[in-house]
């Protein structure tokens, strides 16, 4: 059947829904005729369409009959997969006023910290044990310093032992005391028992560093030098060499030594940020030695200022782009200020207590910032992948998480899909939330209601920011609706993908998208956690 027949064939309501079609010569990247499939896995000869609500594929009966046999069910392609059709549909209709921003000083006070991002990241760790012990030497005698409680007598050794800090120009080593002055031993001549891989600090790296699904990419680090900054040394402005085309930044550790001066500057783009790791130890938890970090891209100018007394004792490793590992653990994260659970909780009280924010309460909406490893499979009837998600949170959403519990009560994870056809007069397109991924087997387009409808009246969804006045239902009574004020946007990081048979006088294969989003219910000024839902 061609494509045009199947088109003629296609259900009445489907025809009167502004259907899109591909035609045969733009339908190579959806059907690959050499290994029988399309993109996502969908089998070759299928034409695309976007049906109301969702997004369908098309084909002869016969082959799609196949195609469910083998593959209709509660398995779901890897979210990450999503269609190019879809994105490029999705593009073409633009922003969706129904996700905009709430306005307000405050908010966007908070908004700025929870989706800041530099380049770079920084914090302290407190070691697995209560030593951290570093063995040097160029022979088999080898000596070693306790780096968590190392007198001044012992660094001055360790100096006096090292080799003078040369710095990378066009692929060379140049030693140059007047742009740099510090001590170094490689690699070969050094031993301390800190295992950064199992640490947990690659990961709030990769976090601190990386949004969307760039957070997905696995990063390893490297042992590259140690270095010793005695009274008088420095480092001017420079960027680090990297050593091979996987390396993409740097990381810095800071130990407990006593010093002054030292600062680390960084500058990219007109703008500059100092890390003062002195002053992050001093102002870690006295209870327990902790070791400073500073990660940053390897395009970031960055300087050494001259140490005034002490020793500023540093081991720098390269970051390249590698297998994923642990969980954090034991860190408190200072940049980004949006995975600061003392800097949101702040930022989200002073919005909480301000009384011109939503003087009679209402529902905060937030996306989630960080990419997360989602199911290839649900199940229809009790899925638990929102409930299960809500303890794998990390970095600024575990910190707005935590905070919201603490002010308010537990935010609620939802599902929020999009109804493409349903748009008002004000070009807003209706959102539905719903308390779980909703994943069905089948839609039957002439007998069911549209998708949006079956999401509300059967999957327990809330329409969002849309008044049901303002849509066609096919069903009697009432549909819940709220009003969610967005205070950081709705991102496509965590978008998960269902399919479904969706039948009328022709067999389809459709997808549901839906997208993850955080929703708290707050009450007026005074009694924000006094709600009515």
């Not at 490689?186 to 760039?214: C, M, P, Q, W």
């Not at 030098?225 to 009274?231: A, I, T």
């Not at 997360?372 to 649900?378: A, D, H």
């Not at 006045?469 to 009003?483: C, F």
Request: with cysteine.
């Amino acid at each position: 059947m061609s494509f045009t027949e199947s088109a003629k064939r296609l259900p009445r309501r489907m025809r009167a829904a502004s259907i899109r079609y591909r035609t045969p010569s733009r339908c190579s990247s959806y059907s690959d005729s050499r290994n029988g499939r399309g993109v996502c896995g969908t089998p070759a000869g299928y034409m695309v369409a976007v049906h109301g609500d969702c997004f369908v594929a098309a084909t002869a009966f016969k082959v799609v009959c196949a195609a469910l046999g083998r593959e209709c069910g509660p398995r779901m392609f890897d979210p990450l997969s999503d269609t190019e059709e879809f994105d490029a549909y999705e593009r073409q209709l633009g922003p969706n006023p129904s996700l905009s921003l709430i306005q307000h000083p405050k908010a966007s006070g908070l908004r700025d910290i929870l989706s800041g991002t530099l380049p770079y990241c920084c914090g302290t760790l407190a070691p697995a044990s209560d030593n951290l012990v570093l063995f040097y030497g160029k022979t088999e005698q080898a000596k070693r310093i306790d780096l968590l409680h190392a007198p001044a007598a012992a660094l001055d050794d360790l100096q006096r032992y090292c080799d003078p800090a040369t710095f990378g120009v066009a692929q060379k080593d140049v030693l140059d005391t007047t742009f740099r002055k510090a001590g170094k031993l490689d690699r070969s001549h050094f031993a301390l028992n800190f295992d950064v891989e199992h640490s947990g600090l690659l990961e709030v790296i990769r976090t601190g560093l990386f949004t969307g699904k760039e957070q997905g990419r696995p990063i390893r680090a490297e042992l590259y030098k140690l270095n010793v900054y005695g009274k008088g040394s420095f480092f001017k402005s420079h960027k680090d060499t990297p050593r091979s085309a996987g390396m993409f930044a740097s990381l810095v550790l800071v130990f407990p030594t006593v010093h002054s001066g030292g600062t680390l500057v960084l500058q990219q783009s007109g703008h500059e940020w100092t890390v003062d790791a002195s002053a992050l130890l001093a102002n870690a938890d006295a209870s327990a030695p902790c070791i400073a970090y500073i990660a940053f891209f390897s395009d970031v100018e960055h300087e050494v200022t001259r140490v005034t007394s002490g020793h500023r004792l540093t081991v720098t490793y390269n970051l390249y782009y590698a297998f994923d590992h642990a969980p954090p653990n034991r860190i408190d994260v200072v940049q980004p200020q949006g995975a600061n659970e003392l800097a949101v909780h702040e930022k989200l009280a002073s919005l909480l207590d301000d009384r011109t924010f939503l003087p009679n309460g209402g529902i905060l909406g937030f996306g989630l910032r960080h990419l997360y490893p989602l199911p290839t499979s649900f199940d229809p009837q009790e899925d638990t992948t929102l409930e299960t998600l809500k303890d794998k949170l990390k970095g600024v959403d575990a910190a707005l998480f935590r905070a919201c519990a603490e002010l308010v009560a537990a935010p609620t994870l939802y599902t929020i899909f999009e109804a493409h056809s349903q748009v008002d007069a004000d070009g807003r397109r209706a959102l539905v939330a719903c308390p779980r991924v909703v994943k069905f087997h089948n839609h039957d387009t002439d007998e069911e209601p549209p998708v949006w409808e079956k999401l509300c009246r059967r999957w327990d969804g809330v329409l969002i920011n849309f008044s049901p006045e303002e849509l066609e239902k096919a069903e009697p009574g009432p549909v819940r609706h709220w009003t969610v004020h967005w205070v950081t946007p709705l991102s496509d990081a965590n978008r998960v993908k269902t399919r479904f048979a969706a039948y009328g006088n022709e067999p389809m294969m459709g997808y549901l998208y839906q997208r993850i989003a955080m929703l708290l219910h707050v009450g007026p000024p005074g009694h924000r956690e006094r709600v009515e839902t």
